[in-house]
């Protein structure tokens, strides 16, 4: 495109919204420890050791508000994932602080809400919402099961209404969910974990690390074992020799 098609383009969109009048941030604190490390694992596993479809970049965050409308408040999930989209690198610009939908051309593709107590509406008016944006997935994970007998409860859009999934698989991000009992930053418990396509869970950045050194430990200990092997050998070798010399007969010769 010619700088001029490109000036022309630009001149062309509408202005963006003021926003300077908007809240991006409460100062509020995450509500208690549990949320607090469930987004985390949730967030730093997608960046320590997820590829979005077609190794597009990807946006995921905990508790970041998402705007729709500058006359409307924020909705702001626990955790959100959107792909083929990517921060503004002058992020504490004030325009750029939030997930404003003008500015990424798209809403989230995911939402998921962490069920803390009975009053956070995520199965009734935070569902609408998310819905009325246009988020592809909605999650509902209620850990303690304060909403229902379920402790997660997956929807996919459909025809601008949510209709809840059989599983917790979302195909166009080829991504699931699972709940998962292990150890987590020193916390052994039942954790909502990502997986794959083949059910595995896609490890934390500490998964990966211990991985590697339990391959390279594993590498050492066959190392160790080959020069084990040849040293053995060796010595099996000379000491037949040995014998044959006490013999009269020279192992070296070369008949």
Same mark, same amino acid.
């Given at each position: ?88 690198? =002058? ?11 003008? =500015? ?152």
């Amino acid at each position: 495109m010619s700088s001029s098609d490109s000036h022309a383009r630009s001149e062309a969109l509408p202005p963006a919204p003021d926003v300077s009048g908007l809240v991006t941030e409460d100062d509020a604190p995450v509500d208690n420890f549990c949320s607090e490390k469930q987004q985390r694992l949730l967030t730093e596993s997608l960046y320590s050791s997820w590829s979005a479809p077609g190794a597009t970049p990807f946006l995921a965050a905990a508790n970041v508000g998402v705007y729709a409308s500058i006359h409307k408040p924020p909705v702001v999930p626990d955790v959100l994932i959107s792909v083929d989209v990517q921060p503004a690198r =002058e992020w504490w610009d004030k325009h750029n602080r939030c997930y404003f939908l003008w =500015e990424f051309g798209k809403p989230p593709d995911l939402a998921l809400e962490i069920v803390s107590d009975r009053d956070g509406l995520e199965l009734s008016a935070k569902l609408r919402q998310y819905a009325r944006m246009g988020v592809r997935y909605y999650v509902v994970y209620d850990p303690v099961r304060q909403l229902s007998d379920e402790a997660l409860q997956c929807f996919a859009l459909r025809e601008g209404d949510y209709e809840q999934l059989d599983r917790a698989w979302f195909e166009r991000l080829n991504l699931g969910l699972v709940l998962w009992q292990g150890e987590y930053e020193q916390r052994d418990d039942l954790w909502l974990r990502w997986v794959d396509a083949s059910g595995a869970t896609i490890p934390t950045g500490a998964e990966r690390a211990a991985s590697e050194r339990a391959r390279a430990e594993s590498e050492r200990a066959r190392a160790e074992g080959e020069r084990a092997r040849a040293e053995s050998e060796t010595a099996r070798a000379e000491k037949l020799a040995a014998r044959l010399r006490a013999l009269g007969i020279d192992p070296d010769r070369e008949e």
